[in-house]
């Protein structure tokens, strides 16, 4: 069956790729329950989206809260509701943006410093514990096969297929 100009050739025996679906899935519900827990790691007050938050501040301190809002796809009131929770708990402070002095700068505390690298260590030394059996090649494998398809998922949208992706032939008819 030939595809339409443009359109992903389909796909026959579409098993593979649902059973992937599945399994992505599943591993995505796991990580945002592990988010949560280690989310509650670094402070039993912190909501489980909140983990993430901490950590992307952590990265790309220090952070406006409007190129956070960008890149997680949420409104500016969102963002600053996040924000004000971080802030309470002690975890994050700002400061005026040097450059636009009606922007703010956010980064960790100290005490938010402390706390996320406690909580990563013990996430890491979980998942180190839980593939520890794994030979290293296979762990590799796993690794590059993920990067690959971030890459892939990093430049669409929801809704959109990606050029030169197989479509099942029973939902393209």
Same mark, same amino acid.
């Given at each position: 069956?030939?595809?339409?100009?443009?359109?992903?050739?389909?796909?026959?025996?579409?098993?593979?790729?649902?059973?992937?679906?599945?399994?992505?899935?599943?591993?995505?519900?796991?990580?945002?329950?592990?988010?949560?827990?280690?989310?509650?790691?670094?402070?039993?007050?912190?909501?489980?989206?909140?983990?993430?938050?901490?950590?992307?501040?952590?990265?790309?301190?220090?952070?406006?809260?409007?190129?956070?809002?960008?890149?997680?796809?949420?409104?500016?009131?969102?963002?600053?509701?996040?924000?004000?929770?971080?802030?309470?708990?002690?975890?994050?402070?700002?400061?005026?943006?040097?450059?636009?002095?009606?922007?703010?700068?956010?980064?960790?505390?100290?005490?938010?410093?402390?706390?996320?690298?406690?909580?990563?260590?013990?996430?890491?030394?979980?998942?180190? @514990?839980?593939?520890?059996?794994?030979?290293?090649?296979?762990?590799?494998?796993? @690794?590059?096969?993920?990067?690959?398809?971030?890459?892939?998922?990093?430049?669409?949208?929801?809704?959109?297929?990606?050029?030169?992706?197989?479509?099942?032939?029973?939902?393209?008819?």
């Amino acid at each position: 069956m030939k595809a339409e100009t443009g359109a992903p050739a389909p796909v026959e025996d579409a098993d593979a790729y649902c059973e992937l679906e599945a399994q992505l899935g599943l591993l995505l519900r796991r990580s945002r329950a592990l988010s949560a827990e280690v989310g509650r790691a670094v402070h039993p007050g912190l909501e489980p989206g909140a983990y993430t938050l901490l950590v992307r501040i952590n990265e790309a301190a220090p952070a406006r809260p409007s190129d956070l809002a960008v890149h997680f796809g949420v409104g500016k009131a969102t963002m600053s509701r996040q924000i004000k929770v971080l802030e309470e708990l002690g975890l994050i402070g700002r400061q005026s943006d040097p450059l636009d002095g009606r922007a703010w700068l956010l980064a960790l505390t100290e005490e938010g410093k402390a706390r996320l690298d406690r909580a990563r260590r013990a996430r890491q030394q979980r998942f180190f @514990a839980l593939l520890g059996a794994w030979p290293k090649e296979d762990v590799r494998l796993l @690794a590059d096969m993920l990067a690959r398809f971030n890459d892939l998922t990093a430049t669409y949208t929801v809704g959109e297929v990606p050029p030169q992706s197989p479509v099942p032939a029973r939902e393209r008819a």
